[in-house]
């Protein structure tokens, strides 16, 4: 992942520059963006922006991505698909600071572990001896794939074979004059292989056990309970703590997140409170709708890009992830027009049950929508029908030009209500 302290207002990096190397330019974080390619103005526009919203990059702007940005940073015709990376990967970075840090570090490690869940049971490694439980994973080798690092040592510890997402959340931990890395990675059981134990590993017992999660968090949660006898144990649980409140919790409330996928004008966003309505009218419990529109900062009359969708859709999943942390459950009204934006939201929301919803109806019907409406750009709904990704695979598939909003709910809910776990 990137190392934030390097990246410029405009999403740059200085870092092996050979005019910052050879001192023909100081480098726009150390100067405050007086660099010479900015002398008629005095100052880099981008960087004067960033400073006067607060941020360390345009990424991170609640302006984000805003109109001005394209001609700001004309160099770069990538710059809005860049800055949403890069914020999206900001965002999944955690800091914890130790009592002891000398406020600056010179040495570093970085580890990648597993999170590895199988019917609400999640994969530990336990040390018999001391009667510690940690979430396997181990130290990055030189020119080792993260992905490869995390495979490799969860089947180490445990002999579990995994197929690792991309990195869903970093914590960075700061104690003394070292920081310590620490890349999580969702896997999913393939296979089993020998166990390969360190000699410590070996002299403390370790093996691998399957605990609920609720269980193994409720563990983590007594942290503090270690801080004066046990200080490694203590930053440890506390670690492992924040990561899996941050990416499981609530998972034992059963609640689900019921992804409505269609074209826009495809009546979404009508069905999707007909079937809250109707889980409330069943006692079902409580499910919050949360919708691509209430992210997107583009004018609808306007076109909107794959760009424009994927930009926000990191906030979309965060969203959906606070709710189902909070134990309710979550109806995603999404237009997904791109594998990148779909597998985003798999993975972020990869520890919760996720029911896929395909609407669809003819394309006269989706014409005579749009036009009715008159907030959408002409042509938009055809277009991200044509686009809609994925094409098939879903759980169910409805056609609102076909049968009724209550009448589509039901049938959802009448197949999904039942994969509660209650």
């Known amino acids: 992942m990137t190392d934030f302290s390097t990246i410029t207002a405009c999403g740059e990096c200085c870092v092996g520059c050979p005019k910052k190397l050879d001192g023909r330019c100081p480098g726009c974080i150390e100067a405050d963006g007086r660099v010479p390619e900015w002398a008629d103005s005095g100052r880099c526009k981008v960087h004067a922006c960033t ?7 345009c990424g991170l702007c609640e302006e984000f991505p805003c109109a001005g940005l394209p001609s700001l940073v ?27 840090y000398y406020g600056k570090w010179d040495k570093t490690r970085t580890a990648c572990r597993g999170i590895v869940i199988r019917d609400h049971r999640l994969l530990l490694s336990y040390e018999t001896v001391t009667g510690q439980w940690m979430l396997p994973g181990g130290g990055l080798e030189n020119g080792e794939d993260e992905r490869e690092c995390c495979i490799r040592e969860v089947a180490e510890e445990t002999g ?24 999580y990675f969702f896997g999913e059981v393939t296979g089993e292989t020998a166990v390969h134990l360190t000699r410590r590993e070996k002299e403390v017992g370790m093996e691998p056990r399957w605990l609920p999660l609720d269980e193994i968090i409720h563990i983590f949660s ?67 709708i949360v919708s691509i529109d209430d992210f997107m900062k583009t004018d609808p009359m306007e076109t909107i890009y794959e760009d424009d969708v994927y930009a926000v859709s990191g906030d979309l999943c965060e969203k959906a992830l606070e709710i189902l942390r909070s134990g309710s459950g979550v109806i995603i009204d999404h237009v997904i027009t791109s594998e990148r934006i779909f597998r985003q939201l798999k993975e972020m929301l990869y520890a919760y049950p ?29 277009a991200s029908a044509e686009y809609l990704y994925p094409r098939d695979g879903y759980d169910l598939t409805v056609d609102t030009g076909v049968k009724s909003p209550r009448e589509n709910a039901l049938a959802i809910w009448t197949l999904f209500g039942g994969q509660e776990e209650k």
């Open 74 to 100: 004309s160099w770069n015709p990538d710059i809005v698909e860049q800055m949403t990376m890069l914020r999206n990967e900001y965002r999944r970075i955690v800091d914890i600071v130790g009592d002891n």
């Open 354 to 382: 996720l029911r896929t919803v395909h609407i669809t109806c003819l394309p006269a019907v989706l014409r005579e929508r749009e036009g009715a409406r008159g907030d959408r750009c002409p042509g938009s709904a055809e």
């Open 51 to 57: 400073r006067n919203h607060h941020v360390q990059f």
């Open 160 to 183: 579990f074979l995994i197929r690792p997402t991309e990195c869903v959340l970093e914590i960075d931990e700061y104690y003394e004059d070292f920081k310590w890395v620490n890349r």
């Open 222 to 288: 007594g942290h503090a309970s270690y801080a004066d006898s046990d200080e490694m144990r203590r930053g440890m649980y506390l670690r492992e703590y924040t990561a899996l409140s941050k990416l499981c919790g609530g998972v034992s409330s059963g609640k689900q997140a019921i992804l409505l996928n269609g074209p826009s004008s495809s009546g979404k966003s009508t069905l999707a409170k007909e079937l809250q309505a109707l889980i409330k009218e069943q006692e079902s419990g409580d499910y919050k």
